[in-house]
């Protein structure tokens, strides 16, 4: 009876220690609201560098050209 006791005992705390370490990757894998805030920042950032290279880019091909023909 004693063994069987204890391979019940080390059974539940194993089982335990397996479902401590799963639960929270399995519950809690959205981004917090700081890090959320974080993208949405950095995207919008990267929009506006993506808005502000665009024409400097076409002038820079434009006057490359232009300085060619000369």
Same mark, same amino acid.
């Given at each position: 009876?004693? &063994? &069987? ?40 950032? &990267? ?24």
């Amino acid at each position: 009876m004693n &063994k &069987k006791y204890v391979f019940f005992i080390k059974f539940f705390i194993m089982l335990f220690v397996v479902i401590i370490f799963t639960f929270p990757t399995v519950c809690f894998s959205a981004y917090p609201k700081l890090v959320s805030t974080l993208v949405d920042g950095f995207e919008t950032i &990267k929009d506006w560098i993506i808005r502000i290279a665009t024409p400097a880019a076409a002038v820079a091909v434009r006057h490359r050209y232009f300085y060619e023909k000369i």
